[in-house]
């Protein structure tokens, strides 16, 4: 009986997402990442332990708002039997469609969260009234930091924060997606939150090392040199030379 009230629920819940998905134009698969050939994307989503982490203040709101619902009307109802039975009806809508619009709000955001990397950058997706997409390049990452507290130990997941130098103003993309130029990347509810981040950490050092157009590099002092920069070294050396002697010396 239990398995056939959860596929029952399953069934609404995916039938419902449907609907929505199409009503709010919510793209139903991960956000495209631009990459060279041969590059890796991976896409994944945060671990239902996530999902249960979000549905636990949820659990405690209803016991709390539909207790003192219930026992308000209780009181009416002691009080004034006949106003009681009248306000069965709207007691039980007060307590209940929030609780369902609460409850699917949850799932949406859960499912509605992508998290999409290359060898080059990383881009994240959440939202479904209004969707955000932060794109951040392994180039300009700074430091990347995993944060699990108490409850999310015990659901078995973790955050990561990737920090990154430089920021802009948020721009709108195709669909009216927001793309929110942000100086930090959230990646929520993993459950490999160190493998994640020593992956990050290695395509961060890659990317250092090879540069971001793939130019051949020099170093000197721990400073990389691409051909624009030796190209542009050598202009002013051209420009240099070409001067007359008079202007090299001083008077």
Not at 134 to 156: A, D, I, W
Not at 180 to 191: C, K, P, S
């Amino acid at each position: 009986m239990s398995e056939r009230v959860e596929q029952a629920s399953k069934w609404f819940y995916r039938g419902l997402w449907g609907v929505l998905a199409r009503w709010f134009r919510v793209p139903d698969h991960p956000p495209t990442l631009p990459a060279l050939s041969g590059d890796s994307i991976t896409a994944f989503q945060p671990e239902v332990g996530f999902l249960r982490y979000l549905l636990l203040p949820f659990w405690i709101g209803l016991l709390l708002i539909d207790g003192l619902i219930f026992v308000g009307w209780l009181a009416i109802t002691i009080a004034w039997p006949m106003v009681g039975v009248i306000l069965v009806l709207p007691a039980l809508i007060l307590a209940v469609v929030p609780d369902i619009i609460a409850y699917l709000a949850v799932h949406l955001r859960f499912d509605t969260t992508w998290y999409v990397m290359s060898d080059r950058s990383l881009r994240i997706r959440r939202g479904i009234w209004v969707i955000h997409e932060t794109t951040l390049t392994f180039e300009n990452v700074q430091n990347v930091t995993v944060r699990q507290g108490p409850l999310q130990r015990y659901f078995g997941i973790a955050n990561l924060l990737v920090d990154t130098a430089g920021g802009g103003q948020p721009q709108h993309g195709s669909q009216g997606i927001q793309t929110a130029a942000a100086h930090r990347g959230l990646i929520e509810g993993v459950a490999d939150a160190q493998r994640i981040r020593d992956l990050i950490m290695n395509r961060l050092r890659k990317s250092r090392t090879a540069g971001l157009g793939d130019e051949v590099d020099v170093r000197d002092r721990g400073r990389v040199w691409t051909e624009t920069h030796l190209s542009a070294l050598g202009e002013i050396r051209d420009a240099v030379r070409a001067l007359p002697p008079s202007a090299t010396t001083r008077s």
